[in-house]
């Protein structure tokens, strides 16, 4: 017999990856994000809505960069909107920004690598966890060439592959599908659905079709609040033939957006 | 893996047995991949046939490796550079090396002042210390910022491969002017760490250039006015700042965790 302690007993996993209670961000001196509740478990996230919505003001905040001027934000248990230590957050975190910046003068290699060391990941299966990174977003025939050498769409699998390296629970994406040829969308497709059976995965795009094809979950945001959540059939049962749009999901989310911009408006 | 196949599964799989069910070969070799005992006992089952095919590959890499190219190893940068980032920085640690060299030249030509490299050195880190951690400076700073290695250990090392190559210039242009050398490191450390602990506040650029600005407005200019050293920096108050760069540091120590999301706007 021996005396248990209360870490040991206390829960590993939490119900919410991301649990966000009336948050608001501000970017600069607007307030991008405003009283939005938001939760999300295991699964592909699509965050949709239209330029300016808060999307990546939101992302950021989820990625720990920018601090929230207001409400409650937990990550993956812990909070993650005041002082807190966020390093236990940041090392379960993979993150895509919007605008990528990189080091021209690294190799893909080197910068996922990089990358890894940043996240603190253990140096025992490093390299092979960069080697399977890369080899996940179909780079391996570049890994030894130089950034500034490869095109925007394989740029943007580059970012990918440092985003998903250290196998992150909380896996954030912002406009990752940009500058991707259609062959290899459906592979990111792919390997978002092979990411999302054990982590959670944000995905925000303004590709309609990506989202219907690949998440389980929608999420419309506009003006910084949460307009409409549910699957992405649910969003496909919110249009029909008179809303603009050249597929059902995108007279949902037309549909949708005319029905509350009608409501502000009254 | 627990259970071990049976000798009778491996003879088969060895003997190249057609009618092994898919999924017995699939956990096999499975299992084959992980467990050295069984690639051993499956060596002892293998036939004369696929032994001589092994020892005819064999042979025919050997051949092929000592005919081709030697494996070159590519260039890489070393890690503890990358680690420490200096490539962004080196624009800005340029500009503080010319300012440096022109004080130098300065103290020289113009003998009825001051040492000018007395005066620069407290600001001669600054440029590099604000780009260490700065959203324009460096391009990937959102994808460091959501890091755990980012915050003031970071912060500290990128200082300290500032440090490392102002510092030594500082000690080469202060050579043979007379000036003392803990009065002229010693305010450098205080306005590094200064710069540091409102930087945590305001984001390093602008405390750096807020600094710079006090510091040129309030003691670099007036002594150059009257041509004479500022009582700053007179041999006396080595101790004050001393002093001072020990509570600075102190202080940045204690606003650790301010610098966890810096406001580097």
């Known amino acids: 017999m021996r005396a248990v302690s209360t870490s040991e007993t206390t829960a590993t996993t939490n119900p919410w990856a991301v649990h966000a209670e009336d948050l608001r961000v501000r970017a600069g001196r607007h307030l991008a994000v405003d009283g939005l509740d938001l939760t999300l478990g295991t699964g592909v996230h699509g965050l949709l809505g239209p330029n300016g919505a808060g999307k990546t003001t939101l992302m950021r905040s989820l990625a720990t960069v920018i601090k929230p001027s207001g409400g409650r934000l937990t990550l993956l248990g812990q909070d993650a909107g005041g002082h807190g230590d966020l390093r236990e957050v940041r090392r379960n975190l993979g993150y895509l920004p919007q605008q990528f910046g990189f080091y021209p003068r690294f190799t893909v290699r080197e910068f996922v690598e990089y990358m890894a060391w940043l996240k603190e990941m253990p140096k025992a299966g490093l390299a092979a966890a960069v080697q399977r990174a890369i080899d996940r977003v179909g780079l391996t025939a570049k890994a030894d060439a130089r950034l500034k050498t490869l095109s925007g769409g394989m740029l943007r699998r580059a970012g990918i592959a440092q985003a998903v390296v250290n196998d992150p629970r909380l896996l954030l994406l912002d406009e990752p599908t940009v500058g991707l040829d259609p062959e290899q969308r459906l592979e990111f497709r792919e390997l978002l659905r092979d990411l999302g059976t054990d982590s959670c995965v944000l995905v925000s795009t303004h590709l309609v079709e990506d989202v219907v094809a690949a998440c389980t979950e929608v999420v419309l945001v506009n003006e910084g609040r949460l307009l409409h959540r549910g699957t992405p059939d649910s969003l496909i049962a919110e249009g029909d033939d008179r809303d603009p749009g050249d597929s059902p999901a995108e007279r949902g989310y037309s549909a949708i957006l005319r029905k509350h911009r009608t409501a502000v408006a009254r | ?265």
């Open chain 2, 1 to 265: 893996m627990t259970t071990h196949p049976s000798l009778t599964v491996i003879d088969r799989y060895a003997g190249g047995d057609a009618t092994l069910d898919e999924a017995t070969v699939w956990s096999l070799e499975v299992h084959l991949e992980d467990c050295a005992d069984c690639r051993a006992r499956l060596a002892g089952s293998s036939t004369d046939a696929s032994r001589t095919l092994i020892s005819a590959v064999a042979v025919e890499l050997d051949r092929e490796i000592a005919a081709g190219p030697a494996p070159t190893r590519p260039f890489r940068l070393s890690a503890a550079w990358r680690r420490a980032f200096i490539g962004t920085l080196a624009p800005w640690m340029l500009m503080s090396l010319g300012a440096v060299g022109c004080a130098a030249l300065l103290t020289h030509v113009q003998s009825s002042w001051p040492s000018v490299v007395l005066l620069v050195a407290p600001l001669a880190p600054l440029p590099g210390v604000a780009a260490a951690w700065n959203r324009r400076s460096d391009p990937a700073w959102e994808l460091v910022a959501a890091t755990p290695a980012s915050g003031l250990t970071m912060l500290l090392r990128r200082s300290a491969a500032v440090l490392v190559v102002i510092i030594p210039a500082l000690v080469l242009a202060g050579a043979g002017t007379g000036t003392s050398l803990a009065l002229m490191l010693l305010p450098c450390l205080a306005f590094t760490a200064a710069t540091l602990v409102l930087g945590s506040a305001v984001g390093m650029q602008r405390a750096a250039v807020g600094l710079m600005a006090a510091w040129t407005a309030a003691v670099i200019a007036p002594s150059l006015a009257l041509a004479e050293t500022p009582v700053l920096l007179r041999p006396d108050s080595a101790g004050v700042w001393a002093l001072v760069t020990v509570t600075l540091a102190a202080l940045v120590a204690a606003r650790s965790d301010a610098f966890r999301r810096l406001p580097s706007l």
